[in-house]
């Protein structure tokens, strides 16, 4: 009788724990927890396959004479104060890290091979402004090189050294195929720290920031620093999925956000400085920007998906031959969307001089298709983007009209002062005042512009252009079309809301 009560105890804790064995596999859970994945737990096979192919790249230059140096102050690295913005990672000693300006004196960055024969992959500042380089790989050897490839557009350079060993590579990964949320490692010696790995994941992808003429950059919260520039971010298959280039920073060190140029970028710049030396792309020769205000896009007949409103057209550019027109709205090229600058500006990049190609475009609300043939970029290019127009600030007259209704003052345009500003024609209304906080103000009217369309309609006077807005509804919108000093089309939309919530002032501007 004693044995029994043991027997069902036995009997009854098996049922129980088969309940929960049969519960945990009805439930689709293994009874058993699984290893976790290597990957997760170290990086140990990744990090041997790279670290042999990073580099570290020290730039040499002519010696400057002494007495035409100019030390400047190093601010300190936890300074504040400092304006929140994107630096590059190039570490020059006796300097902040993150300084405009650079002494190539010792210049410092990373790289890596990208073939057995010696070509180093790297950023365009790491060796701006170097004669030579000296190149340091992880196992102590040397190199020193002079040939010296780059492309500031892209912030990219190679760098080829004269040797007959076989060296080791890393492969350009698909940077496309990466998702937000892959692990990725950072590569290189940050603050001299040779052979520095960090990992993280893919925070965002496709990155335009203004910082280089073309971009696509992937972010990260892999620990970068000055010093990183030029190195890989790799994948967990080791291959290169981006060049670290950028951060943003307070401190001047990595606060979790980097940045670096996709492999997809920079392959093709890479492929051709490898085979000419120069990096050769497509050239419309319109200056565009992008239509942001959804009421504006809507009122010039830009499609939901996007497009780009055409500003300035030069004349005898593929644009200005294919008929394309100041305040023209181009939707797609060569049958391939366009959503955005950014977007046209790769697009266009990648194209072949010679290339024929349609156009199209939203003109007066109205689709059409232009054919265009596609030149070589010009090679100034580079600087003609970086100097824009201003536009001078218009002179109050006494024979100004004041249009209160949106807060402006205009006034006729003589011959004298259409040739003095630039403007092609003394038709429209220059505009001399803006009433700080007006409709016109809220809507971006600056003094210097000349008013030439309302509602698509010409403007012949500045007496017509009041005329005109006092009869327009400022509640259902009011287009106004207008032209820079010099050339270049604008368009705004004159809105009462706007101005209504923040109230009108009499301060004009």
Do not use: C
Request: glycine letters at 10%; hydrophobic letters at 40%.
């Amino acid at each position: 009788m004693k044995r029994w009560p043991f027997a069902f105890v036995l009997l009854l804790a098996g049922a129980l724990l088969g309940g929960l064995v049969g519960r945990s596999l009805l439930h689709g859970q293994p009874a058993v927890v699984p290893p976790v994945p290597k990957e997760l737990t170290s990086y140990r096979d990744v990090v041997k396959k790279v670290l042999p192919a990073v580099v570290s790249i020290e730039g040499k230059a002519a010696p400057t004479p002494v007495k035409a140096r100019q030390p400047r102050k190093r601010q300190p690295a936890d300074d504040q104060q400092m304006p929140e913005q994107f630096r590059r990672f190039f570490e020059d000693f006796g300097q902040a890290p993150f300084d405009v300006e650079r002494n190539p004196q010792m210049g410092f960055g990373s790289g890596f091979l990208v073939d057995p024969h010696g070509v180093v992959l790297t950023n365009n500042h790491v060796v701006d402004g170097a004669d030579s380089v000296v190149v340091t790989l992880q196992d102590g050897r040397k190199f020193t090189s002079k040939d010296i490839k780059k492309d500031e557009m892209t912030d990219l350079a190679i760098v080829r050294l004269d040797t007959k060993e076989s060296l080791p590579f890393l492969r350009l990964g698909d940077s496309d195929a990466m998702e937000i949320g892959d692990r990725v490692l950072a590569v290189g010696a940050p603050f001299r720290l040779q052979g520095t790995v960090t990992s993280g994941i893919v925070s965002s992808k496709g990155r335009s920031l203004g910082m280089n003429t073309y971009e696509d950059f992937i972010q990260t919260d892999a620990a970068i620093n000055p010093g990183n520039s030029g190195g890989p971010l790799v994948n967990l298959q080791g291959e290169v999925i981006g060049i670290n280039s950028a951060i943003k920073t307070r401190s001047g060190g990595s606060q979790g956000i980097g940045l670096a140029v996709s492999s997809n970028l920079a392959k093709n710049v890479m492929e051709q400085l490898e085979k000419s030396g120069t990096v050769h792309r497509g050239y419309l020769g319109v200056h565009i920007r992008d239509v942001a205000d959804r009421d504006l896009a809507q009122r010039l007949g830009v499609p939901k998906e996007g497009g780009v409103l055409v500003t300035q057209v030069e004349a005898s550019a593929p644009a200005g031959k294919a008929g394309v027109k100041e305040g023209d709205v181009i939707t797609a090229v060569a049958d391939k969307p366009v959503h955005d600058m950014h977007e046209l500006l790769m697009q266009v990049a990648r194209l072949s001089p010679g290339k024929a190609v349609d156009l199209q475009v939203v003109r007066d609300g109205k689709p059409q298709t232009l054919h265009a043939t596609i030149e070589e970029q010009p090679r100034d290019f580079a600087q003609r983007e970086a100097q824009p127009q201003r536009a001078p600030r218009g002179r109050q007259r006494s024979d100004a009209v004041s249009v209160d209704k949106i807060g402006v003052q205009v006034s006729d345009l003589t011959r004298e002062q259409a040739d003095r500003l630039g403007f092609r024609d003394t038709a429209g209304a220059l505009v001399v005042g803006v009433d700080d906080g007006s409709v016109a103000d809220e809507a971006g009217f600056r003094s210097g512009q000349l008013i030439t369309k309302v509602d698509r309609q010409p403007v012949k006077s500045a007496a017509a252009f009041k005329e005109m807005v006092e009869k327009a509804s400022l509640e259902k919108g009011v287009l106004v079309q207008t032209e820079a000093p010099g050339g270049g089309t604008n368009f705004f939309l004159l809105k009462a809301a706007a101005a209504a919530a923040r109230g009108g002032g009499k301060k004009s501007r």
